[in-house]
């Protein structure tokens, strides 16, 4: 089982430009969430979703797109890319009752 | 709305001395709390979770913290610590929406 992977590990952009964040998971977990991470800050959540087909926005939804159409994928989409929005990115899964967040790897991305 | 405190951004302590991590939370609705840690370059991983119950919760590594409902507080203790617990700590709240502190940066010397 590769659990949750998310692709690329790495990406600069520059201003203006979008991109799609892939996080993907083979637990069959129904939950699953964005969060970015900055220096001092930890972890804001940026969008979730309950299961296929419902999103909710988090902590920080704006210039972030999401959309959940299957168990296993949680895109996140980057309309326009902005320097504030150089982080890291984390996907997280989560099984109903479990209570357990589990954590891909991160997208360590760079806007110019 | 749900919020999580964590007063230490940063706390060094000598190996095989204790420690303790605080941790102070707002919430609205029940109260799931959890601890999670991020060793340098990686993801992370839970240490140990409150849902109800026994307020002390006992976690991987030698870990504990103990949920105090009238000072809305869960603090996460080590009886001794060892060089290999030198990492990035987070207190989070929540159920299915689950919002993280900011961290506290645990250094471990020799």
């Known amino acids: 089982n590769a659990g949750v992977t998310q692709t690329p590990k790495f990406q600069v952009l520059k201003t203006g430009q979008s991109m799609t964040l892939q996080c993907a998971q083979d637990m069959n977990h129904e939950y699953m969430s964005w969060y970015r991470q900055d220096p001092g800050m930890g972890l804001r959540l940026i969008h979730y979703s309950v299961g296929a087909g419902i999103t909710d926005q988090g902590e920080v939804p704006n210039g972030y797109n999401v959309s959940r159409s299957t168990t296993e994928d949680f895109p996140l989409r980057l309309l326009s890319a902005a320097p504030s929005q150089t982080s890291v990115y984390f996907c997280?899964?989560?099984?109903?009752?479990?209570?357990?967040?589990?954590f891909g790897p991160g997208t360590r991305l760079t806007v110019t | 709305a749900q919020s999580v405190t964590q007063l230490d951004s940063q706390v060094p302590v000598f190996e095989e001395a204790p420690v303790e991590l605080r941790c102070n939370y707002s919430?609205?609705?029940?109260?799931?709390l959890f601890w999670y840690v991020q060793y340098p370059n990686q993801g992370l991983q839970l240490l140990l979770k409150y849902l109800s119950g026994s307020t002390l919760v006992k976690g991987i590594n030698g870990f504990e913290a103990e949920f105090n409902k009238s000072q809305t507080s869960f603090h996460l203790r080590k009886p001794s610590v060892h060089i290999s617990d030198t990492a990035e700590y987070f207190c989070a709240v929540g159920r299915d929406k689950v919002i993280f502190g900011p961290g506290t940066s645990l250094s471990v010397i020799p």
């Open positions: 919430s609205s609705v029940s109260v799931y």
């Open positions: 997280a899964t989560q099984r109903v009752g479990a209570y357990e967040q589990y």
